[in-house]
Structures are given as C-alpha cells and as structure tokens.
Antibody, heavy 119, light 114 residues
C-alpha cells in the first residue's frame, strides 16, 4: 500500500524558515518514473503546486516562489524535505505531498499538514 | 505557466440531476504524438486531500463510480456527474500535467445540493 505522510511545525513566525518532511512508503524514491511534489492550499482556496523532485534528483520549482524553496530527498529514509524561507502570514496553508509517476497526474496524496504563520 | 480556468465557481444541483463543470486551459494540453490530453480531475471533500477521479481527460481512476465522466480535448474540458448523489458534495479541480516541469490546477468548483 502506497502512503505519504507530512510532518512539520504547526506554527511558525513571520520571517522564519519552514521545514516540512514527507515520509513515503510502498514505493521507492529511487525507482524510475517515481517522483514527489509539494502542493499547498490556503484555507478555502485553490491548490498551488510548489516543488517537485524526480528519482534522478532533478528538481523543479514554482517560478513565483523559486527563490524561497528548496526540495531534497533522502532515499534511504524514504523522505522528501521542503524548506521555505521568509515565511509570511499569506503562506498559511495546508501543505500536501503527493506522488507522481512520469507522464501521469498526482495519484496518491498525503493527508496534509496545516501550517499557520503568525507572531 | 498554463492557466486553468474553471466555470462555474459553484453550482447547486438537485439529487439525481446532472452536474456539469467546465475547465479551460490557456494553451493546449493535447500531446499530439500519442493523442492524449494531459488533463485530470480531482474531488476534494472537507478536511480531506484531493482524490484523483479522471486522467487523460476521460479515463476513470479505478473505483470511481461511472456516474463521473470526463470529456474534451485541446483546451476545453468537461466533468459530468450524471446523477448527483449526496456523497458527491465536494470541490472539484481540474489539473494539467502537460508541462514536463510545472503543473497547475483550476480554481475549483464547489458542488452542492439544491
């Protein structure tokens, strides 16, 4: 069974750096065609794709947020990590990680983790 | 980036009636070499992550009821719920996965019972 689970702080202060971890099971992050994205959703708003990492370690970022994002993975731990710098209240959202096979849509999503940015 | 625009933003449909949601992409998501539209639909219920309903514009994911159907090609797509059930109350999103390194979603359409 394929699962993804997000973890990280519930509350961060403005200007702080957010670090989120996605722990995956049921597939390997080094398998060809397998990759993972981070996607966020502010309360009551739409989904916004943030960043992606492929099995060969190639990375891709949302152009409007690229300067603030870093995605990485630890294949041995089956984890994908996202860091976002200079957090602002507008970054308050539920952050999801989701699996994607090359050429396919996001098929399996984690339950999401809600992050609030407030002083 | 490819912009996805859905219409309407919300709709209320009587139980057993048809619900239709439209999605328009700012550029074609049809990959001509394999004649596939890189367009998916998701259903999201409150407090839950999105659930994949349809991919390649018209292929139902395993386990999805056949009252859900997708159609369209190029830049214009439709999700139809042929006979709305109470459990179909949700927000529906279209999503393009045509771009190799950047993916986008529509703004969502909220479906309610009239």
């Amino acid at each position: 069974q394929v699962t993804l689970k997000e973890s990280g702080p519930v509350l961060v202060k403005p200007t702080e750096t957010l670090t989120l971890t996605c722990s995956v099971s049921g597939f390997s992050l080094s398998s060809a065609r397998m990759s993972v994205s981070w996607i966020r959703q502010p309360p009551g708003k739409a989904l916004e794709w943030l960043a992606h990492i492929f099995s060969n370690d190639e990375k891709s970022y949302n152009t409007s947020l690229k300067s603030r994002l870093t995605i990485s993975k630890d294949t041995s731990k089956s984890q994908v990590v996202l860091t976002m710098t200079y957090m602002d209240p507008v970054d308050t959202a539920t952050y999801y990680c989701a699996r994607k096979k090359w050429g396919d849509p996001f098929d399996i999503w984690g339950q999401g983790t809600m992050v609030t940015v407030s002083s | 980036d490819i912009v996805m625009t859905q219409s309407p933003d919300s709709l209320a449909v009587s139980l057993g009636e048809r619900a239709t949601i439209n999605c328009k992409s700012s550029q074609s998501v049809l990959y001509t070499s394999n004649n596939k539209n890189f367009l998916a639909w998701y259903q999201q219920k409150p407090g839950q992550p999105p659930k994949l309903l349809i991919y390649w514009a018209s292929t139902r994911e395993s386990g999805v009821p056949d009252r859900f159907s997708g159609s369209g090609s190029g830049t214009d797509f439709t999700l139809t719920i042929s006979s709305l059930q109470a459990e179909d109350v949700a927000v529906y999103y279209c999503h393009q996965y045509y771009s190799p390194l950047s993916w986008t979603f529509g703004q969502g359409t909220k479906v309610e019972i009239k």
